[in-house]
Every structure is written in structure tokens, then in C-alpha cells.
């Protein structure tokens, strides 16, 4: 079992900017390829960013490239989602997942991200 906790969201201002963390446990953190995630009121989940186990690949959804960073520090078993440049429409919850193999099968409760016009 891995046990994905989220923080870092909260309201901000257009063009503001916010940083996103998720907290792994229960599994060699290494082992687990990281992705955030998130679903606005309405609307489904849709996949935000993604690095691998080493932190070498990683992949953004077009809408985020240029704006959004996603990393990991293997020794605190953490990823991050740095937003910046942040926009109304990308007001939603976002989750952590983490991927033990091709699929993502463990995920965070979730933190709500509001980003006001």
C-alpha cells in the first residue's frame, strides 16, 4: 500500500503562483513513477504532469508547459507541482498518483487549488 497526502493548495490571484506537495509512504518511493492529476466542478480528471522514477522524464499536459514544473527529491519522498503564471481555469482539485507499474494506482485525497480572476 503507498499513502499519497497533498498540500500546498489554496485561493490566489490570477497570475499569482502556488506550489503543490505530496507526502509518499508505504513503498520505496524510487519505485514509483509520480503524477498530479486534477478534475474542475463539471468537468473529468485529466492528467496535469508526470515524472518518472528518477526524476529524468517527465510530461505536462499543453495547456500547463511553460507554467507548471513538476519534481521529486527521492530522499524526502516528495513530489511537487510548482504553478506559476496561474489562470482561472486552472481552478480545480488536484490529486497525486503514484504508478507501482504501467497504471496509476494509488491516489491522495486531493487539494482544492482556486485561482481567482
Known amino acids: 500500500q503507498v499513502q499519497l497526502v497533498e498540500s500546498g493548495g489554496g485561493l490566489v490571484q490570477a497570475g499569482g503562483s502556488l506550489r503543490l506537495s505530496c507526502a509518499a509512504s508505504g513503498r520505496t518511493f524510487s519505485s514509483l513513477a509520480m503524477g498530479w492529476f486534477r478534475q474542475a466542478p463539471g468537468k473529468e480528471r485529466e492528467s496535469v504532469a508526470g515524472?518518472?522514477?528518477?526524476?529524468?522524464?517527465?510530461y505536462y499536459r499543453d495547456s500547463v508547459k511553460g507554467r507548471f514544473t513538476i519534481s521529486r527529491d527521492n530522499a524526502k519522498n516528495t513530489v511537487y507541482l510548482q504553478m506559476n503564471s496561474l489562470k482561472p481555469e486552472d481552478t480545480a482539485i488536484y490529486y497525486c498518483?503514484?504508478?507501482?507499474?504501467?497504471?496509476?494506482?494509488?491516489w491522495g485525497q486531493g487539494t482544492q487549488v482556486t485561482v481567482s480572476s
Open positions: 498518483a503514484a504508478a507501482t507499474n504501467a497504471m496509476y494506482d494509488y
Open positions: 515524472i518518472s522514477r528518477s526524476g529524468i522524464t517527465t
